[in-house]
């Protein structure tokens, strides 16, 4: 779906900050995945609702071919937003779906899925992000959910300034995207701005808030953050939003969310409130009462 709607703007007084910028840790999941690990499991306090953040990118199929044979988890979403390629979904829930260039995979694991994430070729770029999206304590053990987006079925809209903006959760300029979550409220765009633009995004000051650049560089209240940082946004009370604005062509991913301040226990794919819940979802699992 692409709209064009009469577009409010996004009135930012005062903009926020970049209190830190974070190169992420490369490292290899699933069956050798290479990926590098962005929001790793020290900022998931900082970054509450948003528990993790990889990005994968790779034009040898040595990375990416084995793929994430089945594994489980329990207790949050992940968001899986594929840029190139092509990978195949498969869960214990009996959903299947086949994810590819520039669709998405939403899947709340709650009580729990097994799954496995298989890339459907053999050769060329595969580029995508997995984001993982805390649930509350009182939807944790809920049913398990998933939807699949094909990148037509996407949000998308372009502001005057010609940033192509692509709404995968969320409310931009007006236009509503692909999920909503009352809890954590998740904001998750995908920004194309070309040489010389600027884009600005109302935040609640309460939000915790990112902005992951992988084309390009851009310029965020003057800091510069080239590809492949994270820029985490600083929070001050009176600040209302972002502005992003580029030099050069540039994409970047605009990530925030509601945090939920309850406490996180996480051990692997399981992601819960206590240790004793832990222990429950490793005997769940070993017992075969997962999925
Ligand atoms: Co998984």
Known sequence: MTTNPAQPTEQVKQARTVEQQVIGNPTSDGAGVKLTRVLTQQLQHRLDPFLMLDAFGSDNPDDYIAGFPDHPHRG???????????????DSAGHQGLLENGGVQWMTAGRGVIHSEIPQQEEGVMEGFQLWLNLPGRDKMCAPWYRDFTSADLPRFVTDAGVDVTVIAGSSHGVHGAVTRDATAPLYLDLHLPAGSRFTQALPADHNAFVYVYRGEVSIAGTAVPARRMAILANAAQADGVVIESAQAARALLIAGRPLHEPIAQYGPFVMNTKEEIYQALNDHREGRLA
């Open 76 to 90: 949050f979403e992940t968001v899986t937003y594929m840029i190139a390629g092509r990978m195949l979904h498969r």
